[in-house]
């Protein structure tokens, strides 16, 4: 803490006076020169009449008036001279009133000298006897409000620097994280510092797994699931599916479109070639139950990636729900290479009319590779002359933001892709001007359903928005919040909410989603070769007229 201190100079109080050379003017507003005469105030006061007399004088003459008490007035003159060279002033001339009723100098401030010196120089007595308290006063009051201040800050940390063990500083850097990126200042209605010294005191953090569970009931008061702990292995993993490898069995996962009220698990979305789960044959729309012996009924996508994840070499055990057939297996984890996008050509030919020719792109997840994938994607196809084209955003949960919004900008001429906000508003905008556009002319369809989260749905709202694109299918999932993720000192990982967005539109579609322009036929595919038979065959139950799927 630091004081600051103002001072002033000291003011001389100028004495009243006349000066013998030069008659003042005006009496009552007396010279300022330095005084050769003194001016005597006598005031008196008989039967039937008072007034006040002024004799001048100088001060020889004055002396010889009264040579009794020569000696005593001239010292109490001295003392005067010097109590105004020293600056105590006021205090001399108190004593001065006090023992001088007898000096015929003055006569006592009571009934010899003028009377209105006295009666300012008693004002200014008092006040400075007033000022002198107060400041004591003050000055006390200062000090003891220091003394208070810093007990506080002593108390407020109590838990000194070099009591903390490696288990508490790991602890507390990622309190530190959270405290800084966290989008939610209020830290869903709690105070956070608070929070910081009462788990220092009272959760145990003897070991790594303990510091861990720490961290985590941290983390759970938040009471938003996408601000999460990744240890070190799953850390890892994280960063090696965002630079496109992945050590796991090769499943995509999602969530099913509901039966009969109830979800039984998770889909199979798709499997990586020659991977893991594509060897043991399990196939796409088959179920997952169980991995290692956890219901999958109501786990999230992200705790079942976490779960499928692992060292290379490590087992995992799925219940699988093929068809009626339910089976039970045990996969080896590998490191496996992800491709995020998947394309194909669709032809449709109706009774001798025109061939419509469809590009069909399957965007799986947004890594580093996604967004030259889709553009790779789109110039293959349009080297096949397509004349519209089908981005299938399902059970695609998300990824890298970056990419979500560099691959709005191949589909956009110009236009908002999304807004950026916190607890306060908006605080950035991401837009195009066209220049990253390739393929802004086509017809577009987009398919969606409650697997499409995250910057799928950025991808989606944006396009939907700015009417580029057709919608079809469900409302999307809902996780309207973009994470960053960062690395802790021990190589674990911190992933925090923070910032919500907003779509062009300015809807938040936090556990709302983005709602579809129009709805898919239930038995509607999710493979793009099923997909193709769909739109060619009329009679299909899962057909959609090509008409209807470019049209508003």
């Not at 003042?24 to 105030?41: D, E, H, I, Y």
Request: with cysteine; hydrophobic share 40%; proline share 5%.
């Amino acid at each position: 803490m630091e004081a600051i201190v103002s001072s002033s100079s000291s003011t001389s109080l100028p004495f009243l006076t006349s000066n013998s050379s030069s008659r003042n003017p005006n009496p009552r507003k007396p010279s300022l020169a330095t005084p050769s005469r003194l001016t005597r105030v006598t005031l008196f006061k008989s039967e039937g009449a008072s007034g006040i007399v002024v004799n001048r004088f100088s001060s020889s003459d004055f002396l010889a008036f009264n040579s009794k008490n020569k000696t005593k007035c001239q010292k109490r003159v001295e003392n005067l001279k010097q109590a105004f060279t020293d600056r105590i002033l006021f205090r001399h001339l108190k004593k001065l009133d006090a023992s001088c009723k007898s000096c015929s100098l003055l006569g006592g401030f009571n009934n010899l000298k003028f009377a209105g010196f006295a009666a300012k120089l008693n004002k200014m007595i008092i006040w400075h006897e007033k000022f002198r308290n107060s400041f004591f006063v003050f000055f006390i009051r200062l000090a003891m409000g220091m003394v208070v201040v810093l007990s506080i800050s002593v108390a407020s940390s109590k838990i000194p620097s070099l009591a903390l063990t490696e288990e508490n500083l790991l602890f507390l850097e990622a309190w530190r994280m959270v405290d800084r990126a966290y989008y939610d200042k209020s830290f869903n209605g709690q105070s956070w510092f608070r929070y910081r010294e009462n788990a220092l005191r009272n959760e145990p953090m003897n070991t790594r797994e303990e510091t861990y569970m720490a961290i985590k009931k941290m983390l759970s008061t938040l009471d938003d699931p996408f601000t999460r702990l990744l240890e070190p292995e799953k850390f890892k993993s994280l960063r090696s599916g965002n630079q496109g490898a992945l050590t796991g069995v090769g499943l995509s996962i999602g969530y099913p479109a509901v039966l009969n009220g109830s979800a039984e698990g998770l889909v199979v979305m798709s499997t990586t070639p020659e991977g893991p789960a594509n060897r043991a044959g399990i196939i796409p729309g088959d179920m997952i139950l169980a991995i290692n012996d956890s219901s999958t009924e109501n786990m999230d996508i992200y705790d079942a990636a976490d779960r499928l994840q692992g060292s290379e070499g490590s087992l995992v055990k799925l219940s699988i729900r093929s068809g009626p057939e339910i089976k039970q297996m045990e996969l080896k984890r590998e490191k496996v290479m992800l491709n995020p996008v998947k394309s194909r050509l669709c032809e449709i030919t109706r009774s001798g009319k025109d061939t419509t020719r469809i590009g069909y792109i399957k965007l799986a997840y947004f890594n580093q590779n996604a967004s030259g994938a889709v553009k790779e994607a789109i110039e293959a196809l349009r080297s096949n002359n397509v004349n519209a084209f089908v981005l299938d955003l399902r059970n695609n949960s998300g990824g890298l933001f970056p990419e979500g919004v560099e691959i709005a900008k191949i589909w956009l001429q110009k236009g908002v892709i999304v807004y950026i906000c916190d607890s306060r508003g908006i605080r950035d905008i991401y837009e195009t001007d066209g220049s990253d556009a390739i393929a802004t002319s086509e017809p577009l369809a987009v398919l969606v359903n409650k697997g499409t989260a995250s910057a799928s749905e950025i991808l989606a709202g944006a396009l939907k928005d700015n009417k580029r694109a057709i919608l079809f299918g469900e409302p999307t999932f809902g996780k309207g919040k973009i994470q960053s993720v960062f690395e802790l000192s021990d190589g674990s990982g911190l992933a925090v909410t923070v910032a919500r967005y907003e779509t062009p539109a300015h809807t938040d579609i936090n556990k709302v989603g983005v709602i579809p322009d129009h709805p898919l036929p239930s038995t509607f595919p999710l493979d793009a070769d099923s997909l193709c038979s769909c739109l060619k065959d009329p009679s299909s139950p899962c057909n959609l007229n090509t008409a209807d799927l470019f049209s508003r």
